[in-house]
């Protein structure tokens, strides 16, 4: 007899592709996945266009406080109130600020005027400003003068280091945090996804009565396995697809708009040197090297991670997380008959992903306590979990187990849903109970 | 080699009930072999285990003397009772598919797609999507998918439900001419004519045991009521016939309400014509003389009661 596991898996491969909806997610899914990427860069640059304002300071110093910059660009008007606020509709100045001389005793008179609303940005700019220069002043009434307010101003920072074996590399908690919480989202929308395909296939089969004529035809092991591969397939595909198409997009994108993506030259960074000696100076350089860019930290933790395996690592949780879900959710498909029953099996075994999504928080904040441990260990959370978690650099028995644990169950719930598959499909009416099932896995 | 299929001892249970008891029996190669018996007698479980889908309990089956194995999946067309199509698939494509899991190459399956399609008249279907034909439509559809492979083995659940009389008999003779090419049939069914017009044998199964098991003329003539029916030339009055019947207590004779000429005459013991007609001809100058045998319906009602009542007896 030959092979019929192929044309099975043709068939159910492009029965999945072909469909409208699934080439509409294929599409859009890069479409967002750039977005998430291009809209923030692209709002960062349309927010610096400046707001000019004119400011008119009644108390005579405060105005001192606001340095123009990007984003707002800051006028001291020698006008009354009355005639400045006339400049707005000659179109002179976006906005009017206005410091009574009643400021220093009540901070809450400042005024703005504008055309369209001011953005939020520039407000919080305009009131850290002012409430900086207002306590200076107050400050100074105590007789502490400026000099002594930045000598005694503190800037504190801890930098993150692994150490291990004698090597130390610059670590991030946020990046890990920010890495292992997407790794963790993807694995589980994927799982679920791809499961509940395999699981629409099913029934589809069992529903439409054709299941009968294609067992007749080749065992039914073989139609189970067929679909399974075929719907890892596409979830294969529709990944490499979004892959590519996401890095078309933001190159396509940074081509056409060379001035979005173009590097910002961070302000330069003086640093106060009087009273150290060179060593301290030095580190204190060091330091401020690294405050250059915010992102250079992350980068550098980033660079630490080994890619390679991390996505080497991807895979493995992804196909065995799939295959685990999707052989159990076809042994539902195929024992009851309708959408309600499904519902009822379905809960127990999704609880877990959704029970590894929520406690993702509490991992992160104690990677190496007990729950981590158990969750990342047990087989319908470690996929989830365990992707959250190699950020931290997990220990590697810890792996290890997970992995090995990770495939015993596979073969476990392929046993358990071959059984339940066999029968099922050719049982229809009333939703078999547990013990039932049961009894179909004990059947020869 | 005789039989196309041996089926020995075959017992199957469920948890709750026997679906088959001990149940045997032989298709001859090349005959139509009725499959008969009231719903849930356990047809579909005999048919599914002579299709390898499910194993028996216990017993043997041989398919052309060999034991069933997955090598004879190809061999066997099989129409199921609960049958159905991919309802989002174009006819063509669908009918592809299933051919090529019966061992079919693309090329073999395409020319006799052609072929089947042609000979039924519905070429046009082909591109259409299942969800567009009619339930009539799509059975044709699946008759052919069981039988474009050209398999030694048919089996055919209930293949007349959902037809109109015209295209029942299309596929009845459809199912003759496969039978003609040297094809074994088996054809389980309710339809008690189609069962007379096609089959050689049958088996009646009721309540997982096998209560008739053999030729369909045979089985009939066992089953005779001893009932005859005969046409005369002239009417016959009614003391011709009381007369008659004092004669002769043997018999019951009675005459036939709308039809002045004719009457019928039973027994409760076996009666031979030649015995019979001497004294029928007495009454006057005969035209038609029949013995009229059950029907496989009449025979199917009283095994099927008879079994209930010495069941309920015991």
Same mark, same amino acid.
């Given at each position: 007899m030959k092979n019929k596991l192929p044309i099975i898996i043709k068939r159910e491969y492009l029965n999945i592709v072909k469909k409208t909806s699934f080439i509409v997610v294929t599409l859009l899914g890069p479409i967002i996945l750039a977005s998430i990427f291009i809209i923030p860069i692209y709002i960062s640059h349309i927010n610096e266009e400046q707001t000019s304002i004119g400011v008119v300071d009644e108390t005579g110093f405060i105005y001192k406080g606001l340095q123009s910059n990007a984003t707002a660009k800051y006028t001291l008007l020698y006008l009354p109130i009355d005639s400045a606020k006339k400049l707005l509709d000659k179109e002179e100045y976006d906005a009017i600020l206005y410091i009574p001389s009643s400021f220093i005793n009540s901070p809450e008179t400042p005024r703005i005027w504008s055309k369209n609303t001011v953005s939020q940005s520039v407000m919080d700019n305009?009131?850290?400003?002012?409430?900086?220069?207002?306590?200076?002043?107050?400050?100074?009434?105590?007789?502490?003068?400026?000099?002594?307010?930045?000598?005694?101003?503190?800037?504190?920072?801890?930098?993150?280091?692994?150490?291990?074996?004698?090597?130390?590399?610059?670590?991030?908690?946020?990046?890990?945090?920010?890495?292992?919480f997407v790794m963790a989202i993807i694995i589980y929308f994927f799982v679920f996804m791809y499961g509940s395909m395999v699981l629409r296939s099913v029934m589809e089969e069992k529903l439409n009565r054709i299941v009968e004529v294609i067992i007749s035809s080749v065992k039914s092991i073989h139609l189970l396995i067929g679909k399974i591969v075929a719907v890892l397939l596409v979830g294969l595909t529709q990944f490499i697809t979004w892959i590519i198409l996401t890095l078309l997009i933001i190159i396509g994108v940074q081509q056409a708009f060379p001035d979005l993506f173009r590097y910002a030259e961070p302000e330069a960074i003086s640093i106060q040197t009087k009273g150290l000696n060179p060593a301290e100076a030095q580190q204190l350089a060091n330091?401020?090297?690294?405050?250059?860019?915010?992102?250079?930290?992350?980068?550098i933790a980033l660079s630490n991670i080994n890619i390679p395996m991390y996505i080497l690592l991807f895979l493995f949780y992804f196909v065995f997380g799939y295959?685990?879900?999707?052989?159990?959710?076809?042994?539902?498909?195929?024992?009851?008959?309708?959408?309600?029953?499904?519902?009822?099996?379905?809960l127990p075994i999704t609880i877990p992903l959704i029970l590894a999504i929520i406690s993702l928080q509490p991992i992160f904040n104690n990677p190496t306590g007990g729950v981590s441990i158990?969750?990342?260990?047990?087989?319908?959370?470690?996929?989830?979990?365990?992707?959250?978690?190699?950020?931290?650099?997990?220990?590697f028995w810890l792996l290890i187990t997970s992995m090995i644990i990770l495939v015993l169950t596979f073969v476990l719930s392929a046993y358990i849903s071959a059984k339940i598959y066999r029968i099922g499909i050719l049982t229809y009416g009333k939703r078999p109970s547990y013990k039932e099932l049961w009894t179909w896995i004990k059947r020869y | 080699m005789n039989n196309a299929i041996e089926v020995s001892n075959i017992t199957k249970k469920y948890r709750e009930h026997t679906a088959l008891d001990n149940v045997s029996f032989a298709v001859p190669n090349g005959s139509i072999f009725g499959i008969l018996g009231p719903n849930g007698a356990g047809k579909t479980t005999l048919l599914r285990i002579i299709n390898n889908i499910i194993p028996p309990d216990s017993g043997e089956i041989l398919l052309y003397d060999e034991p069933l194995s997955d090598k004879h999946m190809e061999e066997i067309g099989y129409l199921p009772e609960e049958r159905g199509l991919y309802k989002k698939m174009s006819v063509g494509d669908q009918v592809l598919y299933l051919s090529q899991l019966k061992g079919l190459s693309q090329k073999e399956a395409r020319e006799k797609i052609n072929y089947w399609f042609d000979k039924l008249d519905i070429k046009s279907w082909l591109g259409r999507k299942v969800e567009e034909l009619s339930k009539g439509m799509q059975q044709k559809v699946q008759f052919i998918i069981t039988v474009l492979h050209s398999p030694k083995l048919l089996i055919f659940d209930e293949p007349f439900s959902g037809f109109d009389p015209i295209n029942a008999d299309i596929l009845k003779n459809e199912i003759l001419e496969l039978k003609d090419k040297g094809a074994t049939v088996l054809l389980s069914t309710h339809n008690m004519e189609s069962v007379?017009? =096609?089959?050689? &044998?049958?088996?009646?199964?009721?309540?997982?045991?096998?209560? /008739?098991?053999?030729?369909? %003329?045979?089985?009939?003539?066992?089953?005779?009521?001893?009932?005859f029916e005969i046409t005369f030339a002239d009417p016959i009055d009614d003391e011709k016939i009381l007369n008659w019947q004092n004669n002769y207590s043997q018999f019951v004779i009675s005459k036939n309400e709308k039809n002045p000429n004719t009457i019928s005459i039973s027994a409760d013991i076996p009666i031979k014509s030649s015995e019979l007609l001497p =004294?029928?001809? &007495?009454?006057?100058?005969?035209?038609?003389?029949?013995?009229? /045998?059950?029907?496989?319906? %009449?025979?199917?009602?009283?095994?099927?009661?008879?079994?209930?009542?010495?069941?309920?007896?015991?």
């Open positions: 305009i009131e850290s400003a002012l409430k900086s220069e207002l306590e200076k002043h107050r400050l100074a009434l105590y007789g502490i003068n400026n000099q002594i307010l930045e000598e005694i101003n503190a800037d504190v920072r801890v930098n993150n280091y692994t150490y291990k074996g004698g090597v130390e590399k610059a670590a991030s908690s946020t990046v890990a945090t920010i890495l292992g330091a401020a090297k690294l405050q250059e860019s915010p992102t250079n930290n992350a980068l295959l685990i879900y999707s052989t159990l959710f076809a042994a539902i498909g195929a024992a009851v008959d309708n959408q309600d029953d499904t519902n009822q099996f379905m158990f969750f990342s260990l047990f087989p319908f959370t470690s996929p989830v979990v365990m992707m959250g978690l190699i950020p931290f650099n997990p220990p | 007379e017009e =096609l089959c050689d &044998q049958i088996v009646l199964v009721n309540k997982s045991k096998l209560l /008739l098991y053999g030729e369909v %003329d045979e089985i009939k003539r066992k089953f005779s009521k001893n009932y =004294l029928i001809l &007495q009454l006057g100058e005969i035209i038609t003389y029949r013995e009229q /045998l059950p029907s496989m319906h %009449d025979i199917f009602v009283s095994v099927v009661q008879q079994k209930e009542v010495n069941n309920y007896e015991k």
